[in-house]
C-alpha cells in the first residue's frame, strides 16, 4: 500500500487534512484513562452502534471496538485516519469535517471526549461550538446517548499553569480560542447548550486534576455536598512536563472547601440523551455512578455513603479528618514544633499497635484521636518493622516538603535524609543511615518510589522564598546596622576612655616630680624600715 493510499475501511468525505496527525504529541490528547473507561464501558450498548468524534487515546478506540456492534470514527487527519484502519479492519473510519458527515442511520451512542474544537478542518472555517453540538445531536439516535467533554477555559489548571492558555505553542492553534459567543462558560451555559440541541442532560462529571490526564469523574450530585479531604486531597497532580504558577495542592484543595468545583474543574464531562420519538426507541437503561477515582493502579466507584473498589469490592465509608500531611506543612509553616512532635509521636504508636504498612503522609487522616488510610491496598503487605516503616513515612514527607519548596523551622541546607533523621528523633523512635536504606528499600517495593528531583517548586512558591529571604536579609542588614551604629559607639567611647586615661598619667607623673612628693617618699622610708624590724623581731 502507497504513502497516500487508504484503506478499504476508510472514507474521505471533504476537507480531510492530508498532511496533518492530531496523535503526533504536538496539541496533545487528553489521556482518559481507568475511570473514563469504566464509565464507556457502562454506557456502550452490547449490540448497539458507536460514533467516535475526533482524536481519542488508542486504549479507548480498542476498548469501544471490542464491546461495541459495530464502531465508526470520525477524524480530521488522513495519516490517522490510515493509521486506525490498518490497526482495526473492521472499523468503519470517516475522514474530514464533522459538518459534512453524513450516515444512514444514527448511532446509539456518540462519544466526543476530545471535545468540538478538532472536529473543524484548515480547509474552510471552524462552525460554531453551538453549530457543532448540534450537528453531534444529528448524529444520536432517539433514545440515544451522547457524551460530551468540554474543556473550562476558567478551569483550575488554568490558574496553575504558568504558560498563556490561549498559546500552548502548539501547530494545531491556528485558530484563536475564546471568542465564540456559543462556547459554555459554566455548567448552566451547557444545560442551555445541551437542551438547545434538543438533548436531554442525564448527569454531567467534572474532571480532576487536569485536562491532559484527568483520573477522577465527580457528578453534579456528589460535588453538591461537602467532600471529606480524604476525597479531594488526592485530586490535584504535578506533571513535569508543565510549568506551574503555584501548588496544584493548595488551589484544589481552597476550591473544595469553597464549594466550586463544579465552576472551576478542567474539564466537564456531559452525559446527555436524545428523547426517543415513540416507545419504539427505548433509552438503553445504564447505572451511572456518583463518582469514579483513580488512585494508582485502583479505581474506586463514588457511593452514597462511602466508596467501593471495583471491580467487586466491597463498600467502605471516608474516613473523616484532615491529611496528616497538611497538619504537617502547616505546623512547619507556623514553627509549631510542639505540634510536629506531638503528631510523629501519635503516628509512631499507631504504627506500634498495628497501622497500615502502607501509608504515607498524603494518604492518612487524622481527627485528632486516630489515624485512617485513605484508600488501602487490596492486597495485604508483610508486617514490617514499625521504626522502618516510621522513616520510610517520614523520608517520603521529607522529599515532598523540600521539593515543594514549603518553609520548615530547621536548617534550609538540610538534605531529606538529614531532615528525616531529626523527625524520626522528633518521634522518639532514633533511626540511623541503615533505617533510612531500608525505608527506601520499601518504599519502591510499595510502588511509586518517592524521587529527590521529582517537583520543582512552582513559580509562586519561588517568589514566595524569594520574598521570605529577602525579608530575612532585610532584617539582617537592620541588625548588622544596629550593630554598627552600637560598635561605632563604643569605639567612642573607648577612645575619649583613652584619652581620659593619659591625662591622668600625665598628672600623676607631673606630680611624682613635685618637691613635696619627693619629700614625702624620703621621710616615709625610715618609718617602712621601721615597720618591717618590728614585724621580723615580733615574728
Not at 467533554?149 to 490561549?166: H, Q, S, T, W, Y
Not at 488510610?373 to 518493622?385: G, R
Not at 552600637?486 to 607631673?510: D, G, I, N
Amino acid at each position: 500500500m502507497s504513502v497516500n493510499e487508504a484503506p478499504a475501511n476508510v472514507r474521505l468525505i471533504g476537507g480531510e487534512m492530508l498532511l496533518w496527525s492530531d496523535m503526533s504529541g504536538i496539541g496533545g490528547v487528553t489521556e482518559w484513562r481507568g475511570a473514563a473507561l469504566e464509565l464507556i464501558r457502562r454506557l456502550v450498548p452490547p449490540d448497539g452502534r458507536v460514533l467516535l468524534v475526533g482524536p481519542h487515546p488508542q486504549a479507548v478506540v480498542d476498548d469501544v471496538v471490542a464491546r461495541a456492534g459495530a464502531a465508526a470514527v470520525l477524524v480530521r487527519s488522513f495519516p490517522d485516519a490510515r493509521a486506525l484502519g490498518e490497526r482495526h479492519p473492521e472499523l468503519e473510519v470517516f475522514c474530514g469535517r464533522l459538518e459534512v458527515l453524513d450516515v444512514a442511520e444514527p448511532y446509539d451512542l456518540v462519544l466526543a471526549l476530545d471535545g468540538l474544537l478538532r472536529t473543524h478542518s484548515a480547509e474552510a472555517p471552524a462552525s460554531a461550538w453551538s453549530e457543532s453540538l448540534a450537528a453531534l445531536a444529528g448524529l444520536t439516535k432517539p433514545g440515544g446517548r451522547l457524551v460530551l467533554v468540554v474543556r473550562n477555559d476558567l478551569g483550575i489548571d488554568r490558574f496553575i499553569e504558568a504558560r498563556p492558555a490561549d498559546r500552548e505553542c502548539g501547530d494545531d492553534q491556528w485558530a484563536p480560542h475564546g471568542f465564540d459567543p456559543s462556547y459554555p462558560g459554566g455548567p448552566a451555559a451547557l444545560d442551555r447548550g445541551l437542551e438547545s440541541a434538543g438533548l436531554s442532560l442525564q448527569r454531567c462529571y467534572a474532571a480532576y486534576p487536569d485536562r491532559q490526564a484527568p483520573r477522577s469523574l465527580l457528578s453534579r450530585e456528589a460535588l453538591a455536598g461537602e467532600l471529606p479531604e480524604a476525597l479531594t486531597f488526592p485530586l490535584s497532580a504535578r506533571e513535569s512536563d508543565r510549568m506551574l504558577v503555584a501548588d496544584p495542592l493548595s488551589l484544589t484543595r481552597l476550591v473544595f472547601r469553597h464549594g466550586l468545583g463544579e465552576e472551576l474543574a478542567p474539564l466537564w464531562l456531559a452525559i446527555a440523551t436524545r428523547p426517543p420519538h415513540a416507545e419504539d426507541d427505548p433509552v438503553h437503561p445504564v447505572e451511572l455512578p456518583l463518582g469514579l477515582i483513580e488512585e494508582g493502579r485502583s479505581l474506586y466507584e463514588l457511593t452514597g455513603h462511602g466508596t467501593r473498589p471495583l471491580p467487586d469490592g466491597e463498600e467502605r465509608p471516608i474516613p473523616a479528618g484532615r491529611v496528616v500531611e497538611e497538619i504537617l506543612v502547616e505546623a512547619c509553616a507556623r514553627e509549631d514544633v510542639k505540634t510536629v512532635r506531638e503528631l510523629l509521636s501519635a503516628l509512631a504508636e499507631w504504627l506500634e499497635r498495628g497501622g497500615e504498612v502502607s501509608a504515607a503522609t498524603d494518604s492518612l487522616v487524622y481527627d485528632g484521636e486516630r489515624f485512617a488510610a485513605v484508600n488501602p491496598p487490596a492486597a495485604p503487605v508483610a508486617p514490617q518493622e514499625p521504626r522502618v516503616v516510621l522513616c520510610r513515612i517520614l523520608w517520603r514527607f521529607a522529599v515532598r516538603l523540600l521539593a515543594a519548596g514549603h518553609h520548615h523551622p530547621w536548617p534550609w541546607p538540610l538534605e531529606a535524609d538529614q531532615l528525616t533523621l531529626t523527625l524520626c528523633g522528633m518521634a522518639e523512635r532514633p533511626c540511623d543511615h541503615g533505617d533510612l536504606d531500608l525505608a527506601r528499600k520499601l518504599d519502591a517495593e510499595l510502588g511509586q518510589p518517592a524521587e529527590l528531583g521529582e517537583h520543582a517548586p512552582t513559580y509562586r512558591d519561588l517568589l514566595g522564598a524569594r520574598d521570605r529571604l529577602a525579608d530575612q536579609l532585610t532584617a539582617a542588614l537592620a541588625r548588622i546596622s544596629r550593630l554598627e551604629t552600637k560598635l561605632s559607639y563604643r569605639e567612642r567611647e573607648l577612645v575619649r576612655a583613652k584619652a581620659k586615661l593619659r591625662r591622668t598619667q600625665r598628672k600623676a607623673t607631673a606630680y611624682r616630680r613635685t618637691l613635696g612628693y619627693r619629700l614625702s617618699r624620703r621621710l616615709a622610708r625610715p618609718r617602712k624600715v621601721a615597720r618591717r624590724v618590728m614585724r621580723l623581731l615580733s615574728g
